[in-house]
């Protein structure tokens, strides 16, 4: 990895970012366009980036792992102010905020997970008592197999569906 050999005030070449947020050239230029982080140019043309864009990178990807969508990551960023690094105070108040949806998304996981474990050996997702993709057993109808996975679609089985989507 090149050693950047700019003065602490400078900005970061993409290159630079690169490497020290381990994100591609292509996904920080795609970051910009959604304004989820900001770059100068140089007078050839190039981006430079301040050092605190590394911040709001690492939080862009950890907000990804965890799942929230970068119109999510977009309004989070929007609170924090866009021309330094956030205080230790604003980060709290911004994952504060976040708490309510990870604890409904954890709940979900852990019901999921709950739920799975009678699913593993039968492989079919068609039993009467599967909860996870087939309440009822309405796809058994069709046949044998996963029937939803196969193609079949759950509106033309369950009427109601159809009705919730509009059709």
Not at 69 to 75: E, G, H, K, T
Not at 80 to 103: F, I, M, N
Request: net charge positive.
């Amino acid at each position: 990895m090149p050693v950047s050999t700019k003065a602490p005030n400078d900005g970061l070449p993409i290159r630079d970012v690169s490497a020290r947020s381990g994100v591609a050239p292509s996904a920080l230029r795609f970051y910009e366009s959604l304004g989820l982080i900001s770059s100068e140019r140089t007078a050839g043309g190039h981006r430079v980036y301040p050092r605190h864009v590394l911040r709001r990178v690492a939080f862009i990807r950890i907000a990804q792992r965890m799942g929230l969508s970068l119109q999510q990551v977009a309004d989070a960023l929007a609170t924090l102010p866009p021309d330094r690094a956030p205080t230790k105070a604003q980060w709290a108040k911004l994952s504060r905020s976040w708490r309510r949806e990870l604890d409904a998304r954890i709940g979900t996981l852990e019901r999921l997970r709950n739920d799975l474990t009678g699913c593993i050996g039968c492989g079919c997702l068609s039993l009467q008592t599967c909860t996870l993709y087939n309440p009822q057993d309405v796809a058994a109808t069709r046949g044998e197999s996963a029937r939803y996975l196969l193609g079949d679609d759950p509106a033309e089985l369950v009427p109601e569906l159809a009705e919730l989507d509009g059709d």
